[in-house]
Nanobody, 123 residues
């Protein structure tokens, strides 16, 4: 089993930046594609960004491209989500996920999930 633990969620103001972390344990994290999703009440889980274990290529949702950056530190078994120019509509619970596939097509193809961390953007 792979365990994922997110951290870094907090209350920030519009236009602020925030970095979320997701630390893995239990298996070789290098063999997993990692991703960040978010969810708000009554909405489904929204894909934000992923980074393939095979070639390291990053993919982004249109809603966050240019504002959010996914990165991983193999030595620390950690994946990050750097979020800039935050907006009130970015308010959500943010989840990291891991998949053994090199290019998962949707959230159902992620095998492991963290417990989530709340990000609130408000003035």
């Amino acid at each position: 089993q792979l365990q994922l633990v997110e951290s870094g969620g907090t209350l920030v103001g519009p236009g602020d930046s925030l970095r979320l972390s997701c630390t893995a344990s239990g298996r070789d994290f290098r063999l997993y594609t990692v991703a960040w999703y978010r969810q708000v009440p009554v909405k489904g889980r929204e894909f934000l960004a992923s980074k393939s274990y095979r070639d390291g290529r990053a993919y982004y949702a249109d809603s966050v491209r240019g504002r959010f950056t996914i990165d991983r530190d193999y030595d620390k078994n950690t994946v990050y989500l750097q979020m800039n120019s935050l907006r009130p509509e970015d308010t959500a619970v943010y989840y990291c996920a891991a998949s053994g596939r090199s290019r998962p097509s949707d959230y159902t193809q992620y095998d492991y999930w963290g417990q989530g961390t709340q990000v609130t953007v408000s003035s």
